[in-house]
């Protein structure tokens, strides 16, 4: 099982719609999550991160830790086409030196 | 200029030819990584280095070797490239204590 699992997608949404964005993980010694987006002949960017369980906002983005079920969530509103780019979710390894991360979620935001 | 830049950023060679990525810094991070991102797999580490003297193997270090020639440059290179290599090659930094990762805009690499 591979540390980090997210739905590759593709992804197809009207603009203006909520986006959810799915990861389930399956070690968590360190409790720090990341999402980061990848437009396309790019280098991933981080795009938000959190510490721990509950919701974490950022303008149009919320970040979302359920321990509990060891799920990840990102939430979009108002979803952009300038929002069309690869998703990846990712976590700090057991040693808290390495990023682990997820295949990516492909989302297309159709104007 | 990009904080983290990768040469060559396309790259086609053939079978058995050895080949060097290159991936310079400015950020003054001490961490650099190499990633490797395919379809259906994401990223995944192939090595990683936390200071000038210090290498290690990542995920898929097999067929790789890396060169850390100072803190900011760290190099890749596939001795006998195969077609299974064909990816898309990152390197990316990180601060030591900070647990963000910069990327840089990535090699393609085609092995034919």
């Known amino acids: 099982q591979k540390e980090v699992e997210q739905d590759p997608g593709p992804l197809s949404v009207p603009e203006g719609a909520i986006v959810s964005l799915n990861c389930t993980y399956s070690n968590s010694a360190f409790q720090y999550f990341m999402w980061y987006r990848q437009y396309s002949r790019k280098g991933p960017e981080l795009l938000m991160y959190t510490y721990s369980s509950g919701n974490k906002e950022d303008g149009r983005f919320t970040a979302q830790v359920d321990k509990s079920s060891k799920y990840i969530s990102l939430f979009i509103r108002d979803s952009q086409p300038s929002d069309s780019a690869t998703y990846l979710c990712a976590k700090l390894d057991n040693y808290g030196q390495n990023f682990v991360f997820g295949p990516g979620t492909r989302l297309s935001v159709l104007p | ?112």
Not at chain 2, 16 to 40: A, V
Not at chain 2, 69 to 88: D, G, R, V, Y
């Open chain 2, 1 to 112: 200029d990009a904080d983290v830049t990768q040469t060559p950023r396309n790259r086609i060679t053939k079978t058995g030819k050895r080949i060097m990525l290159e991936c310079s810094q400015t950020k003054g991070h001490d961490r650099m990584y190499w990633y490797r991102q395919d379809p259906g797999l994401g990223l995944r580490l192939i090595y990683y280095s936390f200071d000038v003297k210090d290498i290690n193997k990542g995920e898929i270090s097999d067929g790789y070797s890396v060169s850390r020639q100072a803190q900011a440059k760290f190099s890749l290179s596939l001795e006998s490239a195969i077609p299974n290599q064909t990816a898309l090659y990152f390197c990316a930094t990180s601060e030591s204590g900070m647990a963000e990762a910069f990327f840089g805009q990535g090699t393609r690499l085609t092995v034919v």
